[in-house]
T-cell receptor
Framework: NAGVTQTPKFQVLKTGQSMTLQCAQD?????MYWYRQDPGMGLRLIYY???????DKGEVPNGYNVSRLNKREFSLRLESAAPSQTSVYFC?????????????FGPGTRLTVT | GENVEQHPSTLSVQEGDSAVIKCTYS??????FPWYKQELGKRPQLIID?????GEKKDQRIAVTLNKTAKHFSLHITETQPEDSAVYFC?????????????FGPGTSLSVIP
């Protein structure tokens, strides 16, 4: 099993450009999450999908949109990138809410917006 | 809003010594407390967790304690080794039927000096 995979690994964007970060998991997990990681701030939740067909905002959703394409895939879109969105983005998944199982993280996408 | 404080932000110990990282949380509804280890350039991975109905849990050289009344929980690493060097994140989770509300601490960078 590959676990949680993310593409791309690195990306440089100019202000105003758009892009989509892809995430897929092969563990048959129901719940998927997108986090951003900034120095000294830990991991902050952008959006989550508790199950296929549902998505909800997390702590820092402004400037982002998501799509839960199917049970395996959860994408994050930046419509008009800003320098403040320079960060490392992690996708994570877990079996189901309320099951005391760990969140499995992908390898991350390092995004720089100039 | 809810937050998780984590101290210290950086910690340097001699190989073989113990390391202690402390976290406090504000959301009294939190009932699950995982700890993640993130090596440089890698994804966070769960190393130990504790549920709200347990005061202490141990797994070989690592242990976690929880004081729900004081809203404190701590990670203890004994007989530290150079491979313990990493950033450690605590998290406080409120487990719901539709969504696990996870708040991460800002992280502690641990360096073990050989």
């Amino acid at each position: 099993n590959a676990g949680v995979t993310q593409t791309p690994k690195f990306q440089v964007l100019k202000t105003g450009q758009s892009m989509t970060l892809q995430c897929a998991q092969d563990m048959n997990h129901n719940s998927m999450y997108w986090y951003r990681q900034d120095p000294g701030m830990g991991l902050r939740l952008i959006y989550y999908s508790a199950s296929e067909g549902t998505t909800d905002k997390g702590e820092v959703p402004n400037g982002y949109n998501v799509s839960r394409l199917n049970k395996r895939e959860f994408s994050l879109r930046l419509e008009s990138a800003a320098p403040s969105q320079t960060s490392v983005y992690f996708c994570a998944s877990t079996t189901s809410p309320g099951t005391y199982y760990e969140q499995y993280f992908g390898p991350g996408t390092r995004l720089t917006v100039t | 809003g809810e937050n998780v404080e984590q101290h210290p932000s950086t910690l340097s110990v001699q190989e073989g010594d113990s390391a202690v990282i402390k976290c406090t949380y504000s959301d009294s509804a939190s009932n699950y407390f995982p700890w993640y280890k993130q090596e440089l350039g890698k994804r966070p991975q769960l190393i130990i967790d504790i549920r709200s109905n347990v005061g202490e849990k141990k797994d070989q050289r690592i242990a976690v304690t929880l004081n729900k009344t004081a809203k404190h929980f701590s990670l203890h690493i004994t007989e530290t080794q150079p491979e313990d060097s990493a950033v450690y994140f605590c998290a406080a989770t409120e487990m719901k039927t539709s969504y696990d509300k996870v708040i991460f601490g800002p992280g502690t960078s641990l360096s073990v000096i050989p």
